[in-house]
């Protein structure tokens, strides 16, 4: 079985570099940092990261024969909410924050892990949640640096 034992953050990686295989992960196993795991290739590994590493999507992780191996963002199920108003969005994100939920923020939305408990506190606030099946990449977090470490 591979071990992978290190991550190379997207915005680092070789975009040249020859990837071996791809591995598929919704963000809750994308925040574990010891656990086994089926690639996209039906391949089982052994994922022994240090602890406190997130992945995300175009991540690179390193067996320790040095093969490459893709992370990608596995699509999952999430509420997406739109706006041209942004502090209709801001006050959204505000609340969803203070329930300590994960958020992702984009150009006129927001996402976040499909729950119908928020979905009612979003329509609430003003704004209409479409349940979707997408990948999920949220905010890291003021603390984390750009290599996934929280400091």
Same mark, same amino acid.
């Given at each position: 079985? /591979? ?24 963000? @809750? /196993?994308?925040? /574990? ?5 089926? $690639?996209?290739?039906?391949? &089982? ?8 590493? #997130? ?5 690179? $992780? ?13 699509? @999952?199920? #999430?509420?997406?909410?739109?706006? &041209?108003?942004?502090? $209709? ?6 609340? $969803?924050?203070?329930? +300590?939920?994960? #958020? ?10 499909? &729950? ?14 479409? /349940?979707?099946?997408?990948?999920? @990449? ?5 603390? @984390?640096?750009?290599?996934? +470490?929280? +400091?």
């Amino acid at each position: 079985m /591979k071990r992978l034992t290190q991550r190379i953050p997207a915005g680092d990686a070789d975009a040249n570099a020859q990837i071996t295989d791809t591995l598929a992960l919704p963000f @809750e /196993k994308r925040q /574990k940092t010891r656990q086994r795991a089926r $690639l996209v290739s039906g391949a &089982d590994i052994a994922l022994q990261l240090p602890r406190g590493t #997130v992945t995300r999507g175009g991540d690179h $992780l390193v067996s320790e024969t040095g093969e490459l191996i893709e992370v990608v963002a596995a699509p @999952e199920p #999430v509420s997406t909410v739109r706006s &041209d108003d942004s502090r $209709l969005l801001a006050r959204a994100a505000y609340h $969803l924050g203070n329930r +300590h939920i994960w #958020v992702e923020i984009g150009n006129g939305w927001l996402r976040y892990l499909h &729950d119908h408990v928020l979905d009612d506190m979003v329509r609430g606030l003003g704004l209409t949640p479409e /349940k979707q099946c997408a990948p999920f @990449e949220p905010e890291g977090g003021a603390y @984390e640096g750009h290599d996934g +470490h929280h +400091h």
